[in-house]
């Protein structure tokens, strides 16, 4: 059975697309089967990919719109071996408007996601930049959510609207969510950002990873050819992050099954 972990932050730029193409890459290179799916109507996570959303005959799009769609004609295989996604397309955000005409609406991922549970060992679910209906979906299917924060002030005040939504969907559709905070595009320079980060760990304590992700121009150009940082430029110094960051993960998914 698949551990669901959904990347979320209604702020965009958080390198919250890098951050779950990058995860889902290390994840399978360990030999873990993956699957990313994007939930995001900008379809960047799929562009990222290597994909070009225009050229899919079928997305996740179809899969929402309660289309009787085989979720096997929607998966896509990605240039790294054991690493599937689940693509996306703008009609995303006409799909979105139309959730709150439908009762339940906040369960219909939890059932197509239940079709591939056995299939893989996890799913990562990439959030579009809001706390809309598509994250509300996300959060309620996933089992844990992981929140990507940059050391800047504006990004670091708006998590207090992002622990509001957690609080709601623990409430209201999933009881038994957990999450996490890592720290994003960090540059160890800049005064502002170390105190940041200092103030996040007083703030949240053993809710922030230990794991910190640098700012790193490598991890642009790996979105922009369609490709993880961990085969664009594997020995790079976000590599070694990213898959530290993705050991951490393992390690606190176990951890929480382990008090289950």
Known sequence: MSRIIALSNQKGGVAK????????????????????VDLDP??????????????????IVDLLAMADEPVDQVIQPTSVPSLDILPAD??????????????????KLVDILGQLRSRYSYILLDCPPSLGGMAILALTAAEYALIPVPCEYFASRGLIRMMDIVEAVRKRTNPGLAYG??????????RVSRQILEQLRDHFGEHLFDTV???????RESTMVGEPITTYAPQTRSSQQYRALAQELVSRLEKKNSYE
């Open 213 to 219: 992700i640098n700012i790193d121009t490598r991890l």
């Open 181 to 190: 905070l890592f720290v994003s595009l960090y540059d160890a320079r800049n």
């Open 17 to 36: 697309t890098t951050s779950c193409i990058s995860i889902g890459a290390c994840l399978a290179e360990t030999g873990q089967r993956t699957l990313i």
């Open 90 to 107: 703008l009609r995303l955000a006409e799909t979105e408007m139309s959730f709150y005409n439908h009762p339940d609406y906040e369960e």
């Open 42 to 59: 900008q379809a960047h996570l799929t562009i990222a990919s290597g994909l070009n959303p225009d050229d899919l005959p079928v997305t």
